[in-house]
């Protein structure tokens, strides 16, 4: 018992004998953080910098610029930067199918599922997967034609988009697109597409 009570008693005078040290001990101050050091690199872009990099087409067309394009100028164009890639119909490859439905196999078209074993890309295709028309505009335009991207101006990008919107028989062939006529074409993918574009 008396044990214990010692042991009790060098305890208690531990922790005053530390409390009182702590009290004794000068008050400091905090740490200073120093600045970060101003390495140099880049400088800041004006209004007109950004906006040629600010290109984004959204869905609902906010940004097309503008300009027009028809289906009759797509087809011309289309002969000239995409058919080595695409074929003649957008359906033929190497490169992505352009046109038609998805799968393995289709009835207008018995000898795709030799193509896609040759070109696997060619199992999906813009025309049906792609689910709204202004995309296609933004990715023409971005990353088309494969040897010279950017290269077109806004009238071709929106007459190939005409063209290939044709070759999917979404619009006629009569049809241009501008920034008032490419959002109101309706891609097959739209109903397929899990999240719609909710709007701004």
Known sequence: MRK???SRVRLSA???MGLAMALALPATAPAQVAAPAIIGLGQPLDAAQIASYAITIFPDGRNLPPGQGSVVQ???LYQMHCLACHGAKGIEGPAARLAGSDGFMGWTDPLRVLR???YPLLVQSVGARWPY????FDYVRRAMPYHAPKSLTDDEVYAVTAQLLHMNDLVADGAVMNRSTLPRVVMPALAKTVS???GP
Do not use: D, R
Request: hydrophobic share 55%; no cysteine; glycine share 10%.
């Open 133 to 136: 028309a202004t995309t296609v």
């Open 4 to 6: 214990l009570q010692s």
């Open 196 to 198: 719609a574009w909710p």
């Open 116 to 118: 896609i074993k040759k």
């Open 14 to 16: 531990g922790l005053l």
């Open 74 to 76: 797509g087809a011309a």
